[in-house]
């Protein structure tokens, strides 16, 4: 756990437990909203070919994540942590040009 915390840049163990409960809870429903999601552009996986259908429902699932992800983390506290979390994934990615440097 002391190594988690020092990565992470929390103090406490309550912290890490609220940061992964955060992560759980929001995996799960980025993963639950992209049925319907997809469905609502017209896509189905019984209808469309998986090489289609696939690739857009990850970027839907990611992209569900990245947005609700520190919407969770406020809903237990711990914005700063996963609104910094987030703008170091998307910056790793190529969205740099987003953030401005802190």
């Not at 993963?31 to 839907?60: D, H, M, Q």
Request: proline residues 4%.
């Amino acid at each position: 756990m002391e190594k988690l915390k020092q990565r992470w840049g929390v103090t406490s163990n309550f912290q890490i437990i609220l940061i992964l409960i955060v992560f759980s809870i929001n995996g799960s429903f980025a993963a639950y909203i992209a049925k319907p999601l997809t469905e609502f552009i017209g896509l189905n996986s019984e209808t469309t070919n998986p090489w289609l259908f696939w690739p857009v429902r990850i970027i839907l699932v990611f992209a569900v994540y990245q947005t609700t992800l520190p919407i969770f983390g406020w809903c237990f506290g711990q914005y700063t942590f996963f609104w910094n979390f987030t703008k170091k994934m998307l910056s790793r990615i190529g969205f740099k040009r987003f953030f401005k440097e802190d």
